[in-house]
């Protein structure tokens, strides 16, 4: 029995019997409040329990959670090295497309550009002995019309080759384009100027034909005979230094073994 219980029952007591109902009832009205007490207080008591428990899982538990997203990447940076390859990766097709347009362009250009019978042919005739240069504007040669860049120089490679006796005898020794277009093209004649002498002599030079002045040292024409193409008596004479009276006589033997 509780405190209160305990004094209504002894106040009872010393009032007598009259006062036995009352004090049974006063008892019976305490048992009631005090059930009433605890029907709403423990479940009050239940609730305030469970909102503060409740209150410090979710603080803990934010706290973890924030900690474990600080510690790891986000799912946007964890994909930007992929998605940096991916750009880079059309940055190099776009790249590689414009550079394969720009070269189908220069090709395009350069096949447009064709010689015509306007087109300036500058000669520049440059003597390698005295490191002179001489230039002439001509007509352009008709076997050079229409031609584009890469047929001009095939030619110029093939008269380089195999140049007319008149070149060989003004001393010509090579030639380089040095520019091509549609309205001019510039082509340097390199020559060796010698002075012809009375008299000549043939000798060999890897294993090549080639002119001498009288002196027997002077390079007068290399004529780009092989010496093999000769006969043999020929071939002989030669490697002994064969020599040739005079002009006419170097012309002929070279008409004879250069046409």
Known sequence: ??????????????????????????????????????????????????????????????????????????????????????????????????????SSYLEAASASETLNVETKYVLEERDLFRDSVVETTWRLPDKYVGMNREQFLEAMEEYAAFPPLTELQRGFVGLEVLSFSREKVVVQMNYRVVLPTESFYLAVYDNEVVVLLDDGETVYIETGIRLEELQDELQEQIINRMRIENEAVLYDFLEAHTS
């Open 1 to 102: 029995m509780s405190l209160i219980g305990k004094i209504c029952l002894s106040g009872c007591i010393k009032n007598g019997k009259t006062a036995d109902t009352d004090c049974k009832r006063t008892v019976i009205d305490v048992k009631f409040v005090k059930g009433i007490s605890l029907f709403f207080i423990y479940p009050l008591f239940m609730l305030v329990l469970g909102f503060y428990a409740g209150v410090q899982f979710t603080d803990h538990y934010e706290r973890l959670y924030y900690q474990k997203e600080d510690t790891e990447l986000p799912a946007d940076e964890m994909t930007l090295p992929l998605e940096h390859e991916a750009v880079d990766d059309d940055m190099d097709y776009e790249k590689a497309e414009d550079e394969a347009e720009k």
